[in-house]
C-alpha cells in the first residue's frame, strides 16, 4: 500500500520561511516525478513545483519561482519543499504526490498517488 505523508506546515508570518517534508512508502521512489500542489479555500488545485526520480530536472510554477526550492533524497524516500518570503496569498493546503510519467507533471488528474496535505497559514 503506497503512502505518502507530509509534515512542516503551520503558521508563519508573512516574509518567513517553512519547509516541508513528504514521506513515501510502498513505492519505488526513485521511478516518480515527485510534485507539490496547493488548494486554497474555494480554489482549484494548483501545481506549485516537481522533481524527476533522479532529481536532475525540477519545474516551478511562476507564482513560486525564486521563492520555493523542491529537492529530493531518494535513500530517505522523502521530497523536500523549502518555502522562502511567504505572503499571505501562499496560504493553502500543500499536498504532495507521485507520477510515473515526468511528462505530466504539471497535470493533476494523472497524478497517481497523494498524501493527506498540510496546512500552511501566512499573516500579513
Known amino acids: 500500500q503506497v503512502q505518502l505523508v507530509e509534515s512542516g506546515g503551520g503558521l508563519v508570518q508573512a516574509g518567513g520561511s517553512l519547509k516541508l517534508s513528504c514521506t513515501a512508502s510502498?513505492?519505488?521512489?526513485?521511478?516518480?516525478?515527485m510534485g507539490w500542489f496547493r488548494q486554497a479555500p474555494g480554489k482549484e488545485r494548483d501545481f506549485v513545483a516537481a522533481?524527476?526520480?533522479?532529481?536532475?530536472?525540477?519545474y516551478w510554477a511562476d507564482s513560486v519561482k525564486g521563492r520555493f526550492t523542491i529537492s529530493r533524497d531518494n535513500a530517505k524516500n522523502t521530497v523536500y519543499l523549502q518555502m522562502n518570503s511567504l505572503s499571505p496569498e501562499d496560504t493553502a493546503v500543500y499536498c504532495c504526490?507521485?507520477?510515473?510519467?515526468?511528462?505530466?507533471?504539471?497535470?493533476?488528474?494523472?497524478?497517481?498517488?497523494w498524501g493527506q496535505g498540510t496546512q500552511v497559514t501566512v499573516s500579513s
Open positions: 522533481i524527476s526520480g533522479s532529481g536532475g530536472a525540477t
Open positions: 510502498g513505492l519505488t521512489f526513485s521511478t516518480y516525478t
Open positions: 504526490a507521485a507520477v510515473r510519467v515526468l511528462g505530466f507533471y504539471r497535470n493533476v488528474a494523472r497524478y497517481d498517488y
